[in-house]
């Protein structure tokens, strides 16, 4: 049973073109999670994050930053990887689910005036990859062919 439930997590469409996907989508949540993280590409680290997730109702703030800082970090290595990428994309699009409603909802839809507008295409990119799985160039489908 334990095999069966591994091959279909692993198993993925057979497009190359989810690699376009892929890749952008990997690096975009890479670089905002090393933000929340580490403080890197202009972020606030955790403990920055944690107060501004404190101040918007996401509490324990230094907790839900690093929630969200390790989803969006590993889970878009793993989109770039091709690594488990469906488990990455549902916690990414779980996230992106939390930080609609819970920092851009009532700034309306667009991204310039802090709107959900950008969170709302990157949930879509990872709810799209939870779908399709990782496509023909990732190391899912490598290890499906061998289960």
């Known amino acids: 049973m334990s095999q069966s439930f591994f091959h279909r997590l692993l198993t993925t469409a057979d497009s190359g073109g989810v690699l376009a996907l892929r890749l952008p989508v990997g690096i975009i949540f890479a670089v905002h999670g090393a933000q929340k993280l580490f403080g890197w590409f202009g972020g606030y680290g955790l403990e920055g994050t944690g107060q501004f997730f404190g101040s918007i109702g996401l509490n324990p703030g230094y907790l839900m930053a690093l929630l969200a800082g390790l989803a969006e970090f590993f889970g878009g290595l793993a989109l770039i990887a091709g690594l488990l990428v469906r488990p990455a994309a549902a916690a990414l ?54 289960g």
């Open 93 to 146: 699009a779980f996230a992106m689910l939390v930080a609609i409603f819970a920092a851009h909802w009532d700034k309306g839809f667009f991204a310039a005036a802090g709107g959900y507008e950008y969170a709302l295409a990157l949930g879509a990119a990872a709810l799209s990859l939870l779908f399709t799985g990782a496509g023909r160039y990732s190391v899912d489908r490598a290890l499906a062919r061998q």
